[in-house]
């Protein structure tokens, strides 16, 4: 019996995918092309379907919307806000402040055009932003990039799930085409976890009480403080690389895309074996930690060509290069402006890589 | 040396546990030193230390967590009322209060301050006003009076150049939400020419603590400002502060009940 | 400075002098001039402020005036005699 299907567009799937993910609190401000997250939202607030959704608000702005979740957040729930490029670029100093204080929660960047305010098209130039940490200081977060629909439903619960197991801001990297695109999918069905916060400040009991702080004057207090944020980094890295593979196992020539262009470079894929191409796909599903170990265990085996494919002018490239260890050429396939590259495109180069 | 003492005492006024008794980083005769008093008298009052959280604000308050002994969180500077805008809004249980500086509430954090306040929001916020950024070693604030020297207005502030001197209680006291929005002189205040000073600063400012308090449990959004003094950026002594901030700042920034909804005052 | 005569001191108030700044605000407000500051140097550099239970204007009456001015919680504690 066929799963009953909903044909819902992506940014709607992001924000019931939190809801049935159990998400508490949702602090808004509308930038196009992410405002359908907040619009769903503010629909189904106050609907007996989602009890744990008690709170939604809409602020005067994007530093407003990411201190709110802050707060939120500094008691244990969890809380969500979404945003695109110029709202993005406000929130970062809430999310360096967050990351140094280990709070957990979601922001979601559906990138469009730019920079400045750009245009509404798709494009995947927030990467470094987002992945480098777009904030001041130096600290990370987890950025998970769906390239579905369906993804984009299931997302919002491995986001929360790895920002409270981690005890650190999660990102969610869409490109605008994503997030306005509608496909059919199956809610997935989600057990809502429940996560222990004994760091949660929510009031002192008697002599212990709890501090979220990111001020620690005192030299060795900073030190100490920065050289265990490295190591929960080290230990994310080691622990929650994902990423996923198209046909890799006997490929000579190996694309490298994230978000809608994976899709696209599949597709590219299909068309290059036709012609005998022995083309393959490593799509990155987090960016942050970077999937390095599978990109190098393609080169290690003998891959001598990949082709990276972003909307940007060249971003994610460069962890390939690295990933890659120069044991293999890097080529690069880039489209501005909000363009998507034709597959038609993306497989005349590839041959041209072959030869 | 201490006048010998024989007989049964009671403590009248002590210790309290709210305070963590750690020595200040406050520049001498500071009223942020007072206002830490202040507070934590009244969470006591309240028997409330279990259910507090507490801002650090960014400013000389960036530190309030050594003081005062409940749950804290840093917010970043300007945007402690949205902080705890999300606070109350998934506990609203909670007691939370932030001190902020003229820098943090009047211009950085003029938006988050605003619309929490006009949303009514249960929280309450502690204006220290002493009319230029203190932490940052002495720059010119939106509260800095025409013709004060600081380090970025070394000729003088021109208002001309600079915009008016912001008015934080009545900015506030001109919005429908909030509930309660005092403004005291809490310097101790020279009394005419004798070397006397009054506390009544302190007395005020005790209750307006408690109130805006009791207010934020009644549900309403409060708001005290607290006229203050910098000496060490001013560059004047203590009590050269106190006489100047009288003269000057309390004309500038009269006190007084702004508003009252809940008519807190009365009772 | 009264003299000690037998007569107890109906109330005093204990100075944490280490955490003292020298301010002088309880010095300005208290109404018999209980308090002055000290000749000698505290640890941070400051000239802490003393108690004196018989001051130049009268004897303390534990108004509590100081310990509510005191930025630096240096008047720890108000004490009066029990009833």
């Known amino acids: 019996m066929k799963a009953e299907t909903e044909f819902v567009k992506g940014n709607e799937a992001l924000a019931l995918g939190a809801l049935k993910a159990g998400m508490n609190a949702y602090f808004a401000y509308p930038i196009t092309p992410s405002s359908e997250i907040p619009e769903t939202l503010a629909k189904e607030f106050k609907s007996p379907e989602y009890p744990e959704f008690k709170i939604f608000l809409q602020a005067m702005n994007e530093l407003e919307a990411i201190n709110m979740v802050i707060g939120a957040a500094s008691t244990g729930a969890k809380a969500m806000t979404a945003t695109s490029g110029p709202g993005f670029s406000l929130k970062q100093e809430g999310i360096s402040y967050a990351a140094a204080m280990e709070v957990p929660f979601l922001v979601v960047d559906v990138n469009r055009a730019g920079p400045g305010l750009g245009n509404l098209g798709p494009e995947q130039s927030d990467y470094n932003q987002a992945t480098k940490g777009g904030g001041h200081g130096g600290y990370k977060t987890i950025v998970l990039a769906p390239n579905s629909v369906q993804e984009m439903a299931a997302f919002p619960a491995l986001g929360f799930s790895l920002a409270f197991k981690h005890r650190t801001p999660v ?82 020539v190996v694309l490298v895309a994230f978000g809608v262009v994976s899709r696209l470079c599949r597709r590219a894929v299909n068309e290059l074996r036709a012609k005998g191409i022995r083309a393959g796909l490593f799509r990155p599903v987090t960016l942050s930690p970077f999937p390095d170990k599978g990109l190098k265990s393609l080169a290690d085996r003998g891959i001598k060509k990949f082709v990276v494919v972003e909307l940007n002018v060249g971003q994610m490239v460069y962890d390939v290069k690295l990933a890659v260890e120069g044991k293999g050429s890097v080529d690069f396939i880039y489209k501005l402006g909000g363009f998507l590259p034709t597959t038609a495109e993306i497989v005349h180069r590839v041959e041209m890589v072959s030869r | 040396m201490q006048d010998k003492a024989t007989g049964e005492y009671e403590v009248k006024l002590g210790r309290l546990p709210t305070l963590t008794g750690k020595p200040t980083h406050y520049c001498a005769g500071c009223e942020h030193g007072v206002l830490t008093r202040l507070i934590a008298n009244a ?121 008016p001197v912001m008015d934080a209680s009545k900015l506030l006291a001109g919005l429908e939400g909030p509930s309660y929005v005092k403004r005291v002189f809490l310097p101790v205040t020279p009394m005419g020419s004798t070397d006397l000073y009054s506390a009544r600063g302190s007395l005020e400012g005790a209750k307006s603590v408690l109130n805006a308090f009791k207010v934020q449990l009644m549900g309403g959004f409060s708001f005290v400002e607290f006229v203050s003094t910098c000496s060490v950026n001013w560059k004047m002594s203590v009590l050269e502060s106190k006489r100047y901030s009288f003269e000057v700042l309390a004309k500038l920034f009269p006190p007084g009940l702004y508003v009252d909804k809940m008519g807190v005052e009365k009772k | 400075m009264g003299q000690a005569s037998g007569l107890v001191q109906k109330s005093m108030v204990i100075v944490d002098s280490e955490v003292c700044k020298g301010c002088s605000l309880c010095v300005v407000s208290c109404p018999q001039k209980n308090l002055k500051l000290s000749e000698s140097l505290n640890r941070i550099g400051y000239h802490p402020v003393e108690f004196h239970y018989h001051g130049e204007k009268g004897d303390c009456t534990a108004c509590g005036l100081c310990y509510w001015v005191c930025p630096d919680f240096a008047i720890a504690e108000v004490r009066r005699l029990k009833q």
């Not at chain 1, 212990?208 to 080290?234: G, I, N």
């Not at chain 1, 994902?242 to 006997?250: A, F, I, K, V």
């Not at chain 2, 809004?89 to 009047?106: I, S, T």
């Open chain 2, 43 to 163: 969470i006591e009052e309240l028997g409330a230390r279990e259910k507090t959280v507490m801002i650090d604000s960014v400013g000389c308050s960036v530190l309030a967590h050594e003081y005062i002994n409940v749950d804290a969180v840093q917010s970043p500077h300007g945007r402690a009322p949205a902080m705890m805008t999300g606070i109350k809004k998934v506990r609203p249980d909670l007691l939370v209060f932030a001190v902020q500086g003229d820098g943090d509430a009047v211009a950085i954090g003029l938006l988050e301050l605003i619309y929490a306040a006009s949303r009514g929001a249960p929280i309450t916020v502690f204006l220290v006003n002493n009319a230029i950024y203190g932490m940052t070693g002495g720059q010119m604030a939106p509260t800095t009076p025409a013709g004060m020297v600081t380090t970025t207005t070394p000729r003088g502030r021109d208002l001309k150049d600079t915009g």
């Open chain 1, 171 to 252: 990102l969610m990297l869409v490109d605008a085409f994503l997030g306005q695109v509608k496909e059919d999918i199956v809610f997935p069905k989600i057990a809502q976890e429940k996560f222990e916060t004994p760091w949660a400040t929510t009031g002192a009991r008697g002599a212990e009480r709890h501090l979220l702080l990111s001020l620690h004057l005192d030299f060795e207090d900073q030190r100490k403080h920065a050289e265990h944020l490295k190591s929960k980094y080290e230990e994310i890295d080691m622990m929650e690389q994902r990423s996923e593979e198209y046909l890799t196992s006997d490929a000579e």
